[in-house]
């Protein structure tokens, strides 16, 4: 079974960057659709970027692009969110999560929110 473990988190002041990892472990992610969901306080859930591996193509929420990069390390099993210049409205915890892609497009996921396994989640907090 797949198992998502998410780390990178942290505390950053506005403008700031961090990198947030997705390790998988049980089954490869070839197979995939992989993204980056948040929620913070009070809001709903919304998708960030998500990633197919089996065409490379990607989605990212209206809210990151130009800021957020998504990647993915096939020898390492692990997905990458790049996060620059970032926002106080960017704090959240942030979940990675996947799908079969046989079932959805990076966009079906990200915009859906759907998804069979998910990760415990890292905080981000963006603040001066």
């Known amino acids: 079974q797949l198992q998502l473990v998410e780390s990178g988190g942290g505390l950053v002041q506005p403008g700031g960057s961090l990198r947030l990892s997705c390790a998988a472990s049980g089954a490869t992610l070839d197979y995939y659709v992989i993204g980056w969901f948040r929620q913070a306080p009070g809001k709903e859930r919304e998708g960030v970027s998500c990633i197919r591996s089996s065409d490379g193509s990607t989605y990212y929420a209206d809210s990151v692009k130009g800021r957020f990069t998504i990647s993915r390390d096939y020898a390492k099993n692990t997905v990458y969110l790049q996060m620059n210049s970032l926002k106080p409205e960017d704090t959240a915890v942030y979940h990675c999560?996947?799908?079969?892609?046989?079932?959805?497009?990076?966009?079906?996921?990200?915009?859906?929110?759907?998804?069979?396994?998910w990760g415990q989640g890292t905080q981000v907090s963006v603040s001066s």
């Open positions: 999560a996947s799908i079969g892609n046989w079932l959805a497009t990076a966009q079906d996921m990200c915009v859906s929110r759907r998804a069979g396994y």
